[in-house]
Protein backbone atom coordinates (compact mmCIF):
# COMPACT_ATOMS: atom_id res chain seq x y z
CA UNK A 1 0.00 0.00 0.00
CA UNK A 2 1.44 3.52 -0.72
CA UNK A 3 2.07 6.51 1.45
CA UNK A 4 2.00 9.96 1.40
CA UNK A 5 3.04 11.83 4.42
CA UNK A 6 2.78 15.51 4.23
CA UNK A 7 5.02 18.22 6.52
CA UNK A 8 5.07 21.81 6.37
CA UNK A 9 1.92 23.24 7.26
CA UNK A 10 1.42 25.81 10.06
CA UNK A 11 0.54 29.29 11.13
CA UNK A 12 1.75 32.59 8.62
CA UNK A 13 1.30 36.04 8.34
CA UNK A 14 -0.92 37.01 5.06
CA UNK A 15 2.00 37.87 2.64
CA UNK A 16 3.91 35.39 4.07
CA UNK A 17 5.72 31.89 2.32
CA UNK A 18 5.54 28.30 3.43
CA UNK A 19 7.29 25.21 1.82
CA UNK A 20 4.89 22.11 2.27
CA UNK A 21 6.43 19.09 1.53
CA UNK A 22 5.42 15.26 0.62
CA UNK A 23 7.02 12.14 1.43
CA UNK A 24 5.73 9.24 -0.18
CA UNK A 25 6.71 5.25 -0.93
CA UNK A 26 9.73 4.28 -3.31
CA UNK A 27 7.91 1.85 -4.92
CA UNK A 28 5.11 4.21 -6.57
CA UNK A 29 6.41 7.43 -6.39
CA UNK A 30 8.10 7.43 -10.10
CA UNK A 31 5.08 5.65 -11.62
CA UNK A 32 2.44 8.57 -10.24
CA UNK A 33 2.06 12.04 -11.44
CA UNK A 34 1.38 14.26 -8.09
CA UNK A 35 -0.55 16.64 -6.88
CA UNK A 36 -1.71 19.20 -4.13
CA UNK A 37 -5.48 19.69 -3.09
CA UNK A 38 -7.12 21.66 -0.07
CA UNK A 39 -10.18 21.63 2.34
CA UNK A 40 -11.53 24.80 3.92
CA UNK A 41 -14.03 24.33 6.75
CA UNK A 42 -17.18 23.83 5.52
CA UNK A 43 -15.74 23.17 2.11
CA UNK A 44 -15.26 20.46 -0.90
CA UNK A 45 -11.77 19.52 -1.61
CA UNK A 46 -10.53 21.41 -4.02
CA UNK A 47 -7.44 20.99 -6.84
CA UNK A 48 -4.56 22.94 -5.99
CA UNK A 49 -1.39 22.00 -8.08
CA UNK A 50 -0.50 19.24 -9.96
CA UNK A 51 2.90 17.53 -11.88
CA UNK A 52 3.72 15.40 -14.14
CA UNK A 53 5.72 12.14 -13.40
CA UNK A 54 8.49 13.56 -14.94
CA UNK A 55 8.49 16.99 -13.73
CA UNK A 56 8.06 18.48 -17.69
CA UNK A 57 4.68 20.18 -16.39
CA UNK A 58 2.42 21.42 -13.77
CA UNK A 59 -0.97 22.63 -13.54
CA UNK A 60 -2.85 25.44 -11.22
CA UNK A 61 -6.21 26.50 -9.81
CA UNK A 62 -6.16 29.58 -11.42
CA UNK A 63 -6.17 31.26 -7.70
CA UNK A 64 -2.84 30.31 -6.73
CA UNK A 65 -1.50 30.91 -10.36
CA UNK A 66 2.05 32.89 -9.72
CA UNK A 67 1.82 32.28 -5.66
CA UNK A 68 2.05 28.58 -5.70
CA UNK A 69 4.70 26.18 -7.11
CA UNK A 70 4.63 22.76 -7.23
CA UNK A 71 7.74 20.96 -7.63
CA UNK A 72 9.30 16.72 -7.20
CA UNK A 73 12.79 15.75 -6.38
CA UNK A 74 12.60 11.96 -7.67
CA UNK A 75 15.55 10.72 -6.16
CA UNK A 76 14.23 12.02 -2.64
CA UNK A 77 10.41 10.63 -3.86
CA UNK A 78 9.45 14.09 -2.65
CA UNK A 79 7.26 16.49 -4.02
CA UNK A 80 6.61 19.97 -2.82
CA UNK A 81 4.34 22.98 -2.81
CA UNK A 82 6.38 26.21 -2.23
CA UNK A 83 3.50 29.07 -1.47
CA UNK A 84 4.33 32.83 -1.44
CA UNK A 85 2.20 35.67 -0.88
CA UNK A 86 0.03 33.80 1.08
CA UNK A 87 -3.69 35.11 1.69
CA UNK A 88 -6.30 34.37 4.21
CA UNK A 89 -8.69 32.25 2.11
CA UNK A 90 -5.12 29.82 1.44
CA UNK A 91 -6.42 28.65 4.82
CA UNK A 92 -6.96 25.37 4.65
CA UNK A 93 -6.03 21.64 5.31
CA UNK A 94 -3.72 20.66 2.38
CA UNK A 95 -3.62 17.00 0.98
CA UNK A 96 -1.18 15.43 -1.15
CA UNK A 97 -2.02 12.98 -3.90
CA UNK A 98 -1.04 10.69 -6.24
CA UNK A 99 -2.61 10.04 -9.75
CA UNK A 100 -2.17 8.65 -13.26
CA UNK A 101 -2.25 11.68 -14.92
CA UNK A 102 -1.41 15.12 -13.97
CA UNK A 103 -4.16 16.15 -16.31
CA UNK A 104 -6.90 13.95 -14.24
CA UNK A 105 -5.69 15.19 -11.01
CA UNK A 106 -6.45 18.76 -11.77
CA UNK A 107 -10.10 18.06 -12.56
CA UNK A 108 -10.88 17.23 -9.56
CA UNK A 109 -10.51 14.17 -6.50
CA UNK A 110 -11.37 11.51 -8.39
CA UNK A 111 -8.16 11.42 -10.46
CA UNK A 112 -6.26 10.65 -7.04
CA UNK A 113 -5.43 6.96 -5.76
CA UNK A 114 -4.13 7.82 -2.96
CA UNK A 115 -3.78 10.34 -0.12
CA UNK A 116 -1.61 11.77 2.26
CA UNK A 117 -3.47 12.56 6.05
CA UNK A 118 -2.98 16.22 5.23
CA UNK A 119 -1.16 19.36 6.60
CA UNK A 120 -3.07 22.57 8.44
CA UNK A 121 -2.02 25.61 7.00
CA UNK A 122 -3.37 28.90 8.51
CA UNK A 123 -3.08 32.33 7.66
CA UNK A 124 -3.81 35.12 9.23
CA UNK A 125 -4.70 38.78 8.64
Known amino acids: QAQLVESGGGLVQAGGSLRLSCAAS????????MGWFRQAPGKVREFVGA????????YYTDSVKGRFTISRDNAKNTVYLQMNSLKPEDTAVYYC??????????????????WGQGTQVTVSS
Open 26 to 33: GRIFGMYA
Open 51 to 58: ITRSGSST
Open 97 to 114: AAGSSAIRLSRDVSGSEY
